[in-house]
């Protein structure tokens, strides 16, 4: 395991490539010794970075949960990261691609919950009693890390490739749709490029969720009334480029729509 002022080096580096828009080298190249678990300390000191710099968790995302994200990616173990409250943006909204390095969309299902979550035992029936709605959403993914031949442990240190969210289309209550078969077309300038059903994440969505809140349970974490959690990709990430716009048709729970400008 790397040493505390190893771990605070490297938080520092991603603070900075997040400013700067340039990727540092890839962590497992330069700390092959790296574990999970020193991932998950820089992802942690990277969090406390930000909010120090005043800004506010308002949720977390889960990565690499669906065979389409793990065959693009080649890895194979779900990840997790923070939800920063400048992160979340409307449908509609322009999204100024140089904002981003290398930014990737995908099509996911975000949970927005009523009641805390904490484990170890947290099941999923226990997630979709806490949850007050569920809501489509796209994520854009971001790069502070340079991507050829990434690791789990540098996509958990990256925290887990968050950029931002756009957030739209129609609120359902858990039990008011059979959510495993929430369905998605994405298109990039009017060109399909993209389907998937929500069962496509651990067969339901909500497994996710309750993955996580086992996954921070050891470390004395858990998930808040109020918080919004991203469940994970059905599609394979989409490469997007200045000028392109965004839309993902979710049927009955309406659509999400971008433009990077």
């Excluded at 693009?72 to 322009?94: R, W």
């Excluded at 489509?136 to 890390?145: G, W, Y």
């Excluded at 996710?208 to 990430?237: C, M, Q």
Aim: charged residues 25%.
């Amino acid at each position: 395991m790397l040493d505390p002022k190893t771990i605070e080096t490297i938080a520092d580096e991603l603070v900075e490539a997040g400013r700067s828009r340039t990727p540092v080298p890839r962590l497992t190249a330069r700390y092959p010794e790296m574990t999970v678990e020193d991932s998950y300390a820089v992802q942690q000191l990277w969090r406390r970075r930000n909010e120090d710099a005043g800004r506010k968790l308002v949720g977390r995302k889960i990565g690499l949960t669906s065979k389409a994200m793990q065959a693009a990616t080649g890895i194979t173990e779900p990840d997790y990261g923070a939800i920063f409250d400048d992160m979340v943006l409307d449908t509609g909204c322009s999204v100024p691609w140089d904002q981003y390095t290398h930014p990737r969309v995908e099509v996911e299902l975000a949970f927005v919950l009523k009641k805390d979550l904490s484990g170890p035992g947290c099941g999923i029936f226990d997630v979709l009693n806490a949850t007050d709605y569920v809501v489509p959403a796209l994520e854009i993914l971001d790069s502070r890390i340079e991507m050829e031949g990434r690791t789990i442990v540098d996509t958990i240190s990256d925290n887990a490739a968050m950029g931002a969210m756009v957030v739209g289309g129609r609120p359902v209550r858990p039990d008011a749709v059979d959510l495993r078969w929430v369905s998605a077309i994405l298109y990039k300038n009017q060109v399909v490029e993209e389907t998937g059903v929500a069962a496509g994440v651990l067969d339901h969505p909500a497994n996710g969720v309750h993955w996580l809140v086992n996954k921070i349970a050891p470390h004395g974490d858990g998930l808040k009334a109020g918080e919004i959690i991203l469940a994970g990709s059905f599609t394979r990430p989409l490469w997007v480029f200045k000028g392109d716009t965004v839309h993902a048709d979710y049927g009955p729970l309406g659509v999400v729509t971008c433009r990077f400008e």
